[in-house]
């Protein structure tokens, strides 16, 4: 059914969406134990605020950034590009998927305090990009 849902959807249209994330079901125990060792709201939104500034110092939040002021935020390196470009081969992701998920990496390390983008923030980012990887589940 899934499979079917996602088959209506165009690809345009889901290359505009920055996280495709499953939020699979908790057990209560699992939810109620959780609660006690998460990060605190007022924890998260020092952290939010910081990352913003600091893409404001930038000139622009990461979502405004056009192309070339990305490339130069998230100032990729020869390993980095190598992931992006085996990302974007393997799940045939369009420029635009590509540069949202550059966006997206960018804002996570904005998140965790860290001036560049490196391997582990890029590969969270394509973790986010579930629903590119659906049609090659399908097709295997």
Do not use: F
């Amino acid at each position: 059914m899934i499979r079917r849902y996602l088959a209506k959807l165009s690809g345009p249209l889901l290359d505009r969406v920055d996280m495709h994330v499953e939020v699979p079901r908790l057990e209560y125990s699992v939810l109620s134990a959780s609660a006690t060792a998460s990060e605190g709201s007022a924890a998260i939104a020092v952290r939010v605020a910081a990352a913003r500034e600091r893409q404001r110092e930038r000139g622009a939040l990461n979502s405004r950034l056009e192309a070339a002021a990305l490339q130069r935020a998230t100032a990729l390196g020869i390993r980095e590009h190598r992931l992006l470009e085996s990302a974007s081969r393997w799940l045939g992701l369009s420029a635009r998927a590509c540069h949202r998920i550059q966006r997206v990496a960018r804002t996570i390390a904005d998140l965790g305090g860290r001036e560049s983008v490196g391997v582990a923030e890029l590969s969270e980012a394509i973790g986010y990009r579930r629903l590119d990887r659906e049609p090659l589940i399908a097709t295997r």
